[in-house]
């Protein structure tokens, strides 16, 4: 096998010729060199595609070939079987994309999977204060840059917080922080928004387009629905998923008071998934069930909301953040 030899003292190579003899030492001649060592005693570069492989000798010295199967076939009875296989991966093509294959789909599990699993269990373990401090600062960020006050007049808004303190109350969801804003929606309209902490934003404009109070009470219960949940900080955690990975990293939850500050955009433009939306369809099917209340009033405002939606908007009402609106009609009419 022709090699070029260094004998590590000078960077001048001298062309070599390498055999194995009967005792199975390697022997290194040419250009006045005659050297010998045990195999057993010489090292070898793992195999990289074709790139030149070296040879290193105990003295210092080593040898650069090309003749990769010729080292292999030297080398064959000590080469590991890890060895040959990564040489196999990495110069067969069928192989590489067979590797490729496995890491998109190990990444694709990781992201539908272990991200979304990961963000329920940090979601219903946050602490209160890092809870509340990401709805605060979420609710003042909307009021400064979408939502006006309330123009309801005082007694449609007092009805409004009497029913949903009514229905926190029959729910069991009545945590200290709990609470119902009323609000203006201005251009994302017709909208009900489940805040972390236990806050529901309500706006003028979906309590104007009920026919009655019990259309809104069925939205209320979805939206108690997204918050029994914890859909909307599952939500938030998996669109920041830096952030939730530091966290679970360091121990430290409160790190992800962070969130506070992106927590109005994200809201603005998240999309539920389908498997949220359905498990706060079917908590508010399952309380206007007990209520005795029709599931068709659901359907009602889901399908009024619908036809509400002016063109040209900009996506950002009721609607664009609760999906597969005539899905979800058609189901609740199921329900019937």
Known sequence: MQAVYFDG???????VLLELDAQRALRVRGGGIDLAWPLAEVRVSERIGSSRRRLYFPDGAQCETADNDAVDAMFAAQARSGSRLLSRWESRMSYALAALAITVAAAWAIVFWGVPALAKQVAFALPEQTELLIGRD??????????KPSELPPERRQAMHKLHARMAAEIGHQGSNDRLELRKGGRVGANALALPAGIIVLTD???KLARDDR???AVL???????????????LLQDSTAALLVAVT??????????????????LQMKFSRDFEREADDFALDYLARKNIPPETFAAILERLEKSRPGGRDGSD????HP?????????????
């Open 138 to 147: 979420a609710l003042d960020t909307l009021d400064h840059v979408v939502f």
């Open 324 to 336: 597969d609106v005539r899905v979800r009609i058609e189901r609740a009419r199921g329900k019937r």
């Open 250 to 267: 360091i121990g430290d939850l409160s790190a992800l008071t962070s969130l506070a500050a992106a927590a109005p955009t994200l809201l």
């Open 9 to 15: 003292k000078s960077t001048n190579g001298q062309q």
């Open 221 to 235: 219960a979805h939206e108690f629905g997204h918050q029994r949940q914890r859909h909307i900080l599952r939500h």
């Open 205 to 207: 404009e979906l309590v």
């Open 318 to 321: 009721f609607l664009s953040t």
């Open 215 to 217: 259309e809104i009470e």
